[in-house]
């Protein structure tokens, strides 16, 4: 589309009694609002005429360098003399004028990102006219003035701040103190204080050409597209996996006749869902205005009355309400979200949409409406946005409380939840605050392997730097623990044991809570609720788990955490990280002797101590998982990991192991790689150290030894991580077949161990020689978070620093590390599943990255043929639903 836009190509739908050009259309083409604008006056109800400016017209208008279409006016003017024969009113007339609202309305809605203009035609004169054709004239200046603010602010870029100014000076003139109080008489001084603010910050007169209005009021909501809190909305909500508003190309605009709900005590304005958007509930949720308009509802000017009190003030209007709540739920067999103008008695609805609403409320309202008979179980499933169950598995503050809550700054939500504690600055600290019986919220620059300790005692977790998959969010979402990443404009002073947020210092004393679904930092302490797991919750997972393929797995350590993915219903693990059993006090003495050890004497008389931990740790999972497999990878991390950095922890560690602090020190200079990501770590460290895969193997198998002599069902599946090439998966796996041989020599075991050997693809070279690879393996296993890593070549941990303004600049749609970049790194995934079963047709393939619990990455495993996915405890419910639904659609 250009500026020279074809007269044959429309660019304008009515909707009225005359006609209903929308009815059945495209959502693309006309909006929801303008769709559903259409949608209700086909079925009858009381709509306000008017038409519909498509979003093609919006693309055009960019495209040709913010220039309405050639014929775009003429359309225009052809569908306002249908509206004015349609209600014997004429645009701009100076006895009774036609009276306009314009208003945005993209396919995806955008609630409050876009700009509206109420009132427009209005100029002096018709605004005398206005005042004699209603007898009304402090309806008609109120009007006025309504317009000459909201055309200044949205049209002309005046600040609203401006007119609020002059407003005050005639409520002190008057001597009153509400917006309703003001006689006539002041409003008509108002509106010539507003068209004095006005001149004054645009150098002329307010405009009294009503066409010229309406021009300038449609290119001002073309260009309220890109205006920036429309852009950060579509970037937030892209991030949230919405990856529906990616694709849009614009905005339409509805021009829509006015009706007035300011006329007096018998007109009125509201909003509201026909159902709970908090609770699901069937009941009318809404809020009305008595003698108002739209925006002072929205605006939160005025104090509004709930709904229900409105059967008290016009009974007749609010049981039409009632019975339009029915209509609309009947035809669109969904919650509506609605808003709605009571003129002198006579209700009209100004739009509707599907309501938004929490994940509770979401399930409550999806299997209601099963029961109602106005969904099928299958609809059920595709209603509900599977991210949104985290709502109903994490605590969250109360409504009342978050709303009255001091925010000090926003960071990154990488794992939801709410958390309320004090600060602690150090691992050691959390810990042994937490075990004095104290919540605390660890406060780190960035996490590592080494905080786990306190990240597991601690009940939130703020990095200033990171992103949304680095070594907190990854940790603290498979732990369904509350963290706030890469908030940067927190300043800490560890030494100091303070942070500073905004010139405002808090200290190992104070109290924040934070909120991990919104990434907002808080000060003090905000009142939590738990979540309530309903009967409707287990029936949406009963009906998903009957339609999906895809089995679904959990990345699991320990006993704890895999009863908890069972709980939430995993059908076994797909990722147990053995490097997380090293960590704890009475463990990483061992592994810390094992890495200063000179020889393999040395390394294998530490690893022998560490070998009871590793077993009694695997034999508990296999009994928590009851006969599910459990895929466990060896030791993937390099090993300066274990070792610590700081002087004090290095003196601490040599006084414990009797050794010189210099000898750790040189050591830990001698790990130390310039690219640890890439340097040596996951099947390097057993090829260069095979005693480790030894213990490790040998924990394994005695530990399904033991199980199988307690008639427990052990499934374990054994992952040889970052292979590159075949022929370390051939050495590799002969190592491991014979140490399982000689563990059950020794064990003097002669029962069948059904034992899979594997490996993770997290190599683009392992894609692609995917076929050579599957010689040596029973199993793939996708480990996306470090594939995806290699194929941008972006570091995961790093990527915060300008992966917002990649966003932004539509470079990359989504982070790759949230939602699998399908085009490219999926390329390389469904490369490596069809060279594996080009070799081995059965190959059990999987993917075990953080893309196993997004839903957009969970449809494409989907389609490309996966077995299972695999993603932490608390997202199992997510992944159930989300195969469900990519089935469905499939």
Same mark, same amino acid.
């Given at each position: 589309?250009?500026?020279?836009?074809?007269?044959?190509?429309?660019?304008?739908?009515?909707?009225?009694?005359?006609?209903?050009?929308?009815?059945?259309?495209?959502?693309?083409?006309?909006?929801?609002?303008?769709?559903?604008?259409?949608?209700?006056?086909?079925?009858?109800?009381?709509?306000?005429?008017?038409?519909?400016?498509?979003?093609?017209?919006?693309?055009?208008?960019?495209?040709?360098?913010?220039?309405?279409?050639?014929?775009?006016?003429?359309?225009?003017?052809?569908?306002?003399?249908?509206?004015?024969?349609?209600?014997?009113?004429?645009?701009?007339?100076?006895?009774?004028?036609?009276?306009?609202?314009?208003?945005?309305?993209?396919?995806?809605?955008?609630?409050?990102?876009?700009?509206?203009?109420?009132?427009?035609?209005?100029?002096?004169?018709?605004?005398?006219?206005?005042?004699?054709?209603?007898?009304?004239?402090?309806?008609?200046?109120?009007?006025?003035?309504?317009?000459?603010?909201?055309?200044? =602010? &949205? @049209?002309? /870029?005046?600040?609203?701040? !401006?007119?609020? *100014?002059?407003?005050? $000076?005639?409520? #002190?003139?008057?001597?009153?103190?509400?917006?309703?109080?003001?006689?006539?008489?002041?409003?008509?001084?108002?509106?010539?204080?507003?068209?004095?603010?006005?001149?004054?910050?645009?150098?002329?007169?307010?405009?009294?050409?009503?066409?010229?209005?309406?021009?300038?009021?449609?290119?001002?909501?073309?260009?309220?597209?890109?205006?920036?809190?429309?852009?950060?909305?579509?970037?937030?909500?892209?991030?949230?996996?919405?990856?529906?508003?990616?694709?849009?190309?614009?905005?339409?605009?509805?021009?829509?006749?006015?009706?007035?709900?300011?006329?007096?005590?018998?007109?009125?304005?509201?909003?509201?869902?026909?159902?709970?958007?908090?609770?699901?509930?069937?009941?009318?949720?809404?809020?009305?205005?008595?003698?108002?308009?739209?925006? =002072? &509802? @929205?605006? /939160?000017?005025?104090?509004? !009355?709930?709904? *229900?009190?409105?059967? $008290?003030?016009? #009974?007749?209007?609010?049981?039409?309400?009632?019975?339009?709540?029915?209509?609309?739920?009947?035809?669109?067999?969904?919650?509506?979200?609605?808003?709605?103008?009571?003129?002198?008695?006579?209700?009209?609805?100004?739009?509707?949409?599907?309501?938004?609403?929490?994940?509770?409320?979401?399930?409550?309202?999806?299997?209601?409406?099963?029961?109602?008979?106005l969904i099928t179980e299958k609809e059920a499933v595709l209603r509900v946005p599977a991210s949104d169950l985290t709502h109903c598995l994490l605590p969250s503050f109360k409504p009342t409380a978050r709303n009255a809550a001091d925010v000090l700054c926003r960071g990154l939500n990488a794992s939801p939840g709410a958390a309320v504690g004090k600060l602690a600055f150090t691992a050691p600290e959390a810990r042994e605050r937490f075990e004095a019986g104290e919540d605390v919220i660890l406060v780190r620059r960035?996490?590592?392997?080494?905080?786990?300790?306190?990240?597991?005692?601690?009940?939130?977790?703020?990095?200033?730097?990171?992103?949304?998959?680095?070594?907190?969010?990854?940790?603290?979402?498979?732990?369904?623990?509350?963290?706030?990443?890469?908030?940067?404009?927190?300043?800490?002073?560890?030494?100091?044991?303070?942070?500073?947020?905004?010139?405002?210092?808090?200290?190992?004393?104070?109290?924040?809570?934070?909120?991990?679904?919104?990434?907002?930092?808080?000060?003090?302490?905000?009142?939590?609720?738990?979540?309530?797991?309903?009967?409707?919750?287990?029936?949406?997972?009963?009906?998903?788990?009957?339609?999906?393929?895809?089995?679904?797995?959990?990345?699991?350590?320990?006993?704890?955490?895999?009863?908890?993915?069972?709980?939430?219903?995993?059908?076994?693990?797909?990722?147990?990280?053995?490097?997380?059993?090293?960590?704890?006090?009475?463990?990483?003495?061992?592994?810390?002797?094992?890495?200063?050890?000179?020889?393999?004497?040395?390394?294998?008389?530490?690893?022998?101590?560490?070998?009871?931990?590793?077993?009694?740790?695997?034999?508990?999972?296999?009994?928590?998982?009851?006969?599910?497999?459990?895929?466990?990878?060896?030791?993937?991390?390099?090993?300066?990991?274990?070792?610590?950095?700081?002087?004090?922890?290095?003196?601490?560690?040599?006084?414990?192991?009797?050794?010189?602090?210099?000898?750790?020190?040189?050591?830990?200079?001698?790990?130390?790689?310039?690219?640890?990501?890439?340097?040596?770590?996951?099947?390097?460290?057993?090829?260069?150290?095979?005693?480790?895969?030894?213990?490790?193997?040998?924990?394994?198998?005695?530990?399904?030894?033991?199980?199988?002599?307690?008639?427990?069902?052990?499934?374990?599946?054994?992952?040889?991580?970052?292979?590159?090439?075949?022929?370390?998966?051939?050495?590799?796996?002969?190592?491991?077949?014979?140490?399982?041989?000689?563990?059950?020599?020794?064990?003097?075991?002669?029962?069948?161990?059904?034992?899979?050997?594997?490996?993770?693809?997290?190599?683009?070279?392992?894609?692609?020689?995917?076929?050579?690879?599957?010689?040596?393996?029973?199993?793939?296993?996708?480990?996306?978070?470090?594939?995806?890593?290699?194929?941008?070549?972006?570091?995961?941990?790093?990527?915060?620093?300008?992966?917002?303004?990649?966003?932004?600049?539509?470079?990359?749609?989504?982070?790759?590390?949230?939602?699998?970049?399908?085009?490219?790194?999926?390329?390389?995934?469904?490369?490596?599943?069809?060279?594996?079963?080009?070799?081995?047709?059965?190959?059990?393939?999987?993917?075990?990255?953080?893309h196993g619990g997004d839903p957009a990455s969970i449809e494409f495993c989907n389609s490309v043929g996966l077995d299972y996915v695999s993603c932490s405890p608390f997202r199992v419910p997510i992944a159930r639903l989300a195969a469900a639904q990519a089935a469905l659609k499939a």
């Open positions: 589309m250009t500026a020279t836009m074809a007269k044959k190509d429309k660019m304008v739908y009515y909707f009225g009694k005359t006609k209903t050009e929308g009815k059945g259309g495209s959502k693309a083409i006309l909006g929801g609002k303008g769709l559903n604008l259409a949608e209700m006056t086909s079925i009858g109800l009381p709509v306000p005429p008017g038409f519909t400016i498509t979003t093609e017209v919006c693309d055009g208008y960019y495209k040709a360098g913010k220039k309405l279409p050639k014929g775009l006016m003429d359309e225009i003017q052809d569908a306002v003399k249908i509206l004015e024969k349609e209600l014997g009113k004429n645009f701009g007339d100076n006895e009774n004028p036609l009276l306009v609202s314009v208003r945005s309305g993209a396919a995806v809605s955008m609630p409050g990102m876009m700009n509206t203009i109420l009132n427009l035609g209005l100029n002096d004169e018709a605004t005398e006219g206005l005042a004699k054709a209603t007898k009304n004239e402090r309806f008609a200046y109120d009007a006025y003035r309504r317009l000459i603010n909201m055309y200044g =602010d &949205v @049209v002309m /870029g005046l600040h609203h701040e !401006q007119f609020e *100014a002059a407003f005050d $000076k005639v409520k #002190k003139k008057h001597n009153v103190t509400e917006d309703t109080e003001v006689p006539a008489e002041g409003l008509r001084e108002l509106c010539e204080a507003y068209k004095a603010v006005y001149k004054k910050g645009t150098g002329e007169d307010f405009p009294q050409d009503p066409i010229k209005q309406l021009q300038l009021a449609i290119e001002a909501v073309f260009g309220s597209w890109n205006a920036d809190r429309a852009i950060s909305y579509r970037r937030i909500e892209s991030a949230k996996g919405n990856t529906e508003i990616n694709n849009l190309i614009g905005t339409a605009v509805n021009v829509q006749a006015m009706v007035y709900g300011n006329m007096g005590d018998d007109s009125g304005t509201g909003v509201g869902f026909t159902r709970d958007p908090n609770t699901g509930q069937n009941k009318f949720y809404g809020e009305f205005l008595i003698n108002a308009q739209g925006e =002072d &509802v @929205v605006a /939160g000017i005025r104090t509004p !009355q709930p709904v *229900a009190q409105m059967a $008290k003030w016009d #009974k007749a209007a609010h049981k039409e309400l009632m019975e339009i709540k029915k209509k609309l739920e009947d035809h669109y067999t969904d919650m509506q979200d609605i808003e709605f103008t009571i003129e002198r008695g006579k209700l009209f609805m100004l739009q509707t949409r599907n309501g938004k609403r929490n994940g509770i409320a979401a399930v409550k309202i999806a299997c209601d409406m099963v029961k109602e008979g960035e996490t590592s392997p080494e905080d786990v300790e306190g990240m597991s005692a601690a009940v939130g977790i703020l990095t200033s730097t990171g992103g949304a998959t680095s070594h907190a969010a990854v940790v603290a979402r498979g732990w369904g623990k509350c963290c706030v990443a890469g908030a940067s404009e927190v300043e800490i002073n560890e030494k100091g044991k303070t942070i500073t947020v905004g010139g405002r210092k808090f200290t190992a004393k104070d109290t924040i809570s934070l909120d991990g679904t919104t990434g907002e930092v808080m000060a003090g302490e905000v009142e939590t609720q738990e979540p309530k797991l309903s009967g409707d919750f287990a029936k949406l997972m009963e009906w998903a788990d009957q339609y999906r393929r895809l089995s679904i797995r959990t990345n699991a350590d320990s006993p704890a955490d895999s009863k908890r993915a069972r709980d939430f219903g995993a059908e076994g693990i797909g990722l147990c990280r053995t490097e997380h059993m090293f960590f704890e006090a009475d463990r990483i003495i061992h592994m810390r002797a094992m890495i200063l050890a000179e020889d393999e004497d040395a390394r294998r008389a530490a690893l022998k101590k560490l070998l009871p931990f590793q077993r009694k740790d695997f034999e508990g999972i296999f009994k928590a998982m009851k006969g599910c497999p459990v895929t466990i990878r060896l030791l993937d991390p390099p090993l300066h990991e274990f070792l610590p950095h700081e002087a004090a922890a290095q003196k601490q560690m040599a006084e414990e192991l009797g050794v010189k602090p210099a000898e750790i020190k040189k050591r830990g200079e001698a790990l130390h790689e310039s690219n640890p990501m890439l340097g040596h770590r996951g099947c390097r460290l057993s090829v260069t150290y095979p005693e480790i895969l030894e213990m490790q193997v040998q924990a394994i198998v005695e530990a399904a030894i033991s199980c199988a002599k307690k008639k427990i069902d052990a499934q374990p599946e054994i992952m040889i991580p970052l292979v590159g090439t075949a022929a370390e998966l051939r050495i590799l796996r002969e190592k491991v077949e014979e140490t399982i041989e000689a563990t059950k020599t020794a064990k003097k075991f002669e029962g069948e161990l059904n034992i899979l050997i594997g490996t993770m693809i997290e190599i683009p070279r392992a894609c692609l020689t995917a076929d050579e690879v599957a010689e040596y393996a029973d199993f793939f296993s996708f480990g996306t978070n470090d594939l995806t890593q290699m194929t941008f070549g972006y570091s995961r941990d790093d990527v915060g620093g300008f992966l917002p303004d990649y966003i932004e600049a539509k470079i990359v749609p989504v982070d790759p590390f949230q939602s699998l970049d399908t085009s490219g790194v999926g390329q390389l995934v469904e490369m490596g599943v069809t060279k594996g079963r080009s070799i081995k047709k059965k190959l059990k393939v999987g993917i075990c990255g953080e």
